[in-house]
Protein backbone atom coordinates (compact mmCIF):
# COMPACT_ATOMS: atom_id res chain seq x y z
CA UNK A 1 0.00 0.00 0.00
CA UNK A 2 1.32 3.38 -1.38
CA UNK A 3 2.05 6.20 1.58
CA UNK A 4 -0.84 8.43 0.02
CA UNK A 5 -3.72 5.38 0.18
CA UNK A 6 -2.58 4.76 3.51
CA UNK A 7 -3.46 8.68 4.53
CA UNK A 8 -6.65 8.96 2.43
CA UNK A 9 -7.53 5.92 4.23
CA UNK A 10 -6.24 7.27 7.54
CA UNK A 11 -8.06 10.54 6.72
CA UNK A 12 -11.33 8.95 5.54
CA UNK A 13 -11.35 6.95 9.04
CA UNK A 14 -11.05 10.00 10.99
CA UNK A 15 -13.68 11.72 9.20
CA UNK A 16 -15.79 9.09 9.93
CA UNK A 17 -15.14 8.95 13.93
CA UNK A 18 -15.34 13.12 13.82
CA UNK A 19 -18.70 12.85 12.62
CA UNK A 20 -19.85 10.42 15.01
CA UNK A 21 -18.34 12.47 17.64
CA UNK A 22 -19.87 15.55 17.07
CA UNK A 23 -23.16 13.18 17.02
CA UNK A 24 -22.65 12.78 20.77
CA UNK A 25 -23.46 15.14 23.18
CA UNK A 26 -20.00 16.81 24.51
CA UNK A 27 -20.40 15.26 27.71
CA UNK A 28 -20.06 11.48 26.23
CA UNK A 29 -17.14 12.25 23.65
CA UNK A 30 -14.11 12.24 26.38
CA UNK A 31 -14.31 8.39 26.32
CA UNK A 32 -14.09 8.38 22.93
CA UNK A 33 -11.03 10.77 22.52
CA UNK A 34 -9.43 8.67 25.17
CA UNK A 35 -10.13 5.60 23.37
CA UNK A 36 -8.38 7.31 20.09
CA UNK A 37 -5.56 8.55 21.78
CA UNK A 38 -4.57 5.08 23.64
CA UNK A 39 -4.86 3.70 20.03
CA UNK A 40 -2.97 5.68 18.63
CA UNK A 41 -0.18 5.56 21.07
CA UNK A 42 0.10 2.04 20.50
CA UNK A 43 0.33 2.26 16.72
CA UNK A 44 2.83 4.58 17.03
CA UNK A 45 4.77 3.02 19.53
CA UNK A 46 4.42 -0.74 16.81
CA UNK A 47 5.82 1.35 13.97
CA UNK A 48 8.91 2.51 16.36
CA UNK A 49 8.12 5.58 17.90
CA UNK A 50 9.18 5.99 21.94
CA UNK A 51 6.90 6.04 24.28
CA UNK A 52 7.51 9.89 24.25
CA UNK A 53 6.79 10.24 21.04
CA UNK A 54 3.76 8.16 20.74
CA UNK A 55 2.23 10.07 23.52
CA UNK A 56 2.99 13.18 21.80
CA UNK A 57 1.30 11.96 18.56
CA UNK A 58 -1.30 10.47 20.49
CA UNK A 59 -1.99 13.66 21.78
CA UNK A 60 -1.48 15.87 18.51
CA UNK A 61 -4.16 13.52 16.58
CA UNK A 62 -6.63 13.64 19.72
CA UNK A 63 -5.88 17.48 19.20
CA UNK A 64 -6.83 17.55 15.25
CA UNK A 65 -9.96 15.28 15.91
CA UNK A 66 -10.92 17.37 18.60
CA UNK A 67 -10.93 20.61 16.05
CA UNK A 68 -12.22 18.62 13.51
CA UNK A 69 -15.40 18.01 15.43
CA UNK A 70 -15.35 21.58 16.22
CA UNK A 71 -15.56 22.23 12.72
CA UNK A 72 -18.21 19.76 11.82
CA UNK A 73 -20.41 21.82 14.59
CA UNK A 74 -19.97 24.61 13.40
CA UNK A 75 -20.48 23.88 9.65
CA UNK A 76 -23.94 21.75 10.90
CA UNK A 77 -24.76 25.42 12.97
CA UNK A 78 -24.09 27.39 9.91
CA UNK A 79 -27.73 26.10 8.32
CA UNK A 80 -29.74 27.35 11.52
CA UNK A 81 -32.14 29.95 10.72
CA UNK A 82 -31.90 29.41 6.94
CA UNK A 83 -35.62 28.16 5.63
CA UNK A 84 -35.96 25.13 3.97
CA UNK A 85 -36.36 26.99 0.21
CA UNK A 86 -33.10 28.77 0.47
CA UNK A 87 -29.91 27.31 -1.00
CA UNK A 88 -27.10 26.92 1.16
CA UNK A 89 -24.18 30.16 0.53
CA UNK A 90 -21.76 28.91 -2.38
CA UNK A 91 -18.30 27.58 -0.96
CA UNK A 92 -15.11 28.45 -2.81
CA UNK A 93 -12.40 25.93 -1.34
CA UNK A 94 -9.24 27.41 -2.88
CA UNK A 95 -9.69 30.22 -4.25
CA UNK A 96 -7.62 33.31 -4.27
CA UNK A 97 -10.61 35.84 -4.87
CA UNK A 98 -11.42 37.44 -1.99
CA UNK A 99 -15.48 37.20 -2.94
CA UNK A 100 -15.84 40.68 -4.44
CA UNK A 101 -17.42 41.13 -7.51
CA UNK A 102 -14.92 41.87 -10.84
CA UNK A 103 -16.35 44.02 -13.80
Not at 53 to 60: G, L, P, S, V
Not at 70 to 76: A, H, N, P, R, S
Request: charged share 25%; hydrophobic share 40%.
Amino acid sequence: MSVGTALEQLLRLIHRRAMKLAALPEDERDLHYDLIRLSCCAAAEHIGQSPDEAAITANDMVAFVRALVGIIEVGCGSDQGRSADQPPPARHFGSLENGTTRV
